[in-house]
């Protein structure tokens, strides 16, 4: 039996962003068991060229949110990017979460040969519904993940490989 872009996909996005929510919950009762500001993390970035946590979350939450939509062909809710501290980043992959858990498996059947074109300054690109998730969805999904995690711990917090994996 084939698998579905549903199940490569919105299962897999949930699961991501609870695994940040979990992250983040995390990182501000290490704040707060170290005993300094949690929103030291929130700007905590690890190189001067890189975004800052609070960034790699919000492109984490709309890359997921918004790949569901296109590949259901619906509308994204738009989440301004407000987020000043750890609840409220906690909050968005909260929300993130439940926008995911409202798509259904029918709202992706045949999503694969979807063509998608995402507009950039300059250029555009088109995917087919599979291409768009195995070779952008999902890679700036792990990237902004990772990279969240590992400001994180680049920071101190007590986080590890099962953290990340949603275990």
């Known amino acids: 039996m084939p698998v579905s872009m549903y199940q490569f996909s919105i299962p897999v996005f949930m699961r991501g962003m609870q695994a940040l929510g979990d992250v983040l919950g995390k990182a501000r009762a290490d704040a707060q068991a170290r005993n300094f500001a949690p929103e030291i993390l929130v700007e905590a970035r690890l190189a001067p060229d890189m975004h800052k946590l609070v960034r790699q979350v919000q492109i984490a939450s709309d890359t997921v ?3 569901a939509a296109r590949l259901a062909a619906t509308e994204a809710p738009a989440f301004p990017d ?6 409220e980043l906690q909050a968005r992959a909260a929300k993130t979460v439940a926008f ?10 045949g999503s694969e040969a979807r063509q998608i074109t995402l507009k950039f300054p300059g250029q555009e690109i088109t995917f087919s519904g599979a291409e768009y998730l195995a070779g952008f969805v999902l890679p700036n999904l792990y990237f902004h993940m990772t990279t969240a995690y590992n400001i ?3 920071n101190g917090v007590k986080i590890g490989k099962r953290d990340f994996l949603g275990a």
């Open 82 to 87: 407000t987020e000043t501290s750890l609840e």
């Open 152 to 154: 994180l711990r680049h």
């Open 100 to 109: 995911l858990g409202q798509i259904t498996e029918a709202q992706l059947e």
């Open 65 to 67: 949110k918004n790949g």
